[in-house]
């Protein structure tokens, strides 16, 4: 193997770093973070965990939007050509549930381990 071809395989997996696991490390960090902070702000109860989790879903999709945006943006796609395909954005970030997804989930059933009756 000679070095040039040992650039080029050094230069693929930092270009994959960035590209992959940089974006799926900021999106598990925070779908950690969100529903931890809305359990701060909403109510102790069932219908409680039911809303932190919809607005805990809500805004990951439209956080896994603006990152896979900026990917697309990184990559020299036109900003306009992305905003023509939005739908398309917004499907492939909801895709991205398969990666925060369970991190959101665990999150919120460990909730009521932490609640605490009204004494």
Known sequence: MSEDDLAVDLGASA??????ILPMVILVGVAFWV????AQELPQSMPG?????????LTMVVLA???????????????????????????????????WGPVVLLQLAMQPQH????L
Do not use: C
């Open 15 to 20: 270009l994959f770093s960035v590209e992959l």
């Open 35 to 38: 529903p931890h902070r809305l």
């Open 49 to 57: 965990l039911g809303v932190n989790l919809l607005i805990s879903s």
């Open 65 to 99: 939007a603006v990152v896979l945006a900026g990917l697309y943006v990184w990559q020299g796609t036109p900003l306009s050509l992305l905003l023509t395909g939005v739908g398309h954005l917004v499907s492939v970030a909801a895709q991205t549930a398969l990666i």
């Open 115 to 118: 609640w605490r009756p009204d």
